[in-house]
């Protein structure tokens, strides 16, 4: 009994050096062990989270037609003038080749939906981001040869016809619908102005119509 009596003695002092190392060493082991983990967000997350800009210039001269669908047929709710701003839809939604016309819907100051057309496939389109209007130097007029005829057949691709301006992407003074003719004056004048082809006519009134991008197939063909 004197040898259990003298050991557990001996164990009961070791077991109180243990726990009073131990609490010492406690405020170490907090001191170096690591903060709880954050996670920073990834670059994608960041971006994701920005609204994305939906403003867009139009950059048709003769300005585009609001439609209730993406239809050269659909009802005409709207219009929007050259360099006016429209804002794309919140999820903005895009129509492919519909004859021939690609289609981006637009949010109303209303708060409705309607569509505009934005150029055939493969064009630089009727839109371009929303920033200052830059200022174009006028050049100087050029003489076209003299054609074998001056009447035009208006067949402008994004319907509505075309507007008659006072001079190239000058005020408006009127208008020729599609399928109508107008008067080149002779001999014939053109002029590139704000990255289109104007050409100067008689007629209906006098003034200046747009003949599209000079890459394109243009606004006008030749009177049958």
Same mark, same amino acid.
């Given at each position: 009994m004197q040898h259990i009596s003298k050991y557990g003695a001996i164990f009961?002092?070791?077991g109180i050096a243990a726990i009073a190392i131990l609490g010492n060493l406690t405020p170490v082991l907090a001191a170096i062990s690591p903060?709880?983990?954050?996670?920073?967000p990834s670059a994608d997350s960041n971006l994701l989270a920005q609204s994305p800009d939906r403003c867009r210039r139009v950059v048709v001269p003769e300005g +585009?037609? %609001?439609?209730?669908?993406?239809? +050269?047929?659909?009802? %005409? %709710?709207? &219009?929007? &003038?050259?360099?006016q701003t429209v804002? +794309?839809?919140?999820?903005?939604?895009?129509? @492919?080749?519909?004859?021939?016309?690609?289609?981006v819907q637009i949010t109303l100051s209303n708060g409705a939906t309607g569509?505009?057309?934005?150029?055939?496939?493969?064009?630089?389109?009727? +839109?371009i981001l929303?920033?200052?209007?830059?200022? @174009?130097?006028v050049p100087t007029p050029t003489i076209a040869p003299t054609n074998t005829g001056v009447c035009r057949l208006v067949r402008s691709p994004i319907g509505g016809g075309l507007a008659i301006r006072s001079t190239p992407s000058g005020a408006y003074i009127g208008g020729v619908a599609n399928g109508q003719t107008v008067t080149l004056v002779n001999p014939p004048v053109t002029r590139v102005d704000g990255g289109r082809q104007w050409l100067q006519i008689s007629a209906p009134s006098a003034g200046w119509v747009s003949n599209g991008?000079?890459?394109?197939?243009? @606004?006008? &063909?030749a009177c049958r």
């Open positions: 009961s002092g070791l903060d709880p983990l954050t996670v920073a +585009l037609n %609001i439609r209730a669908q993406p239809s +050269l047929t659909a009802a %005409i %709710i709207g &219009g929007v &003038g050259n360099q804002n +794309l839809s919140a999820t903005p939604a895009t129509v @492919n080749a519909v004859a021939g016309l690609n289609w569509w505009i057309a934005n150029g055939a496939p493969g064009t630089g389109g009727n +839109l929303c920033s200052p209007v830059a200022t @174009n130097p991008q000079p890459s394109s197939s243009g @606004n006008l &063909g």
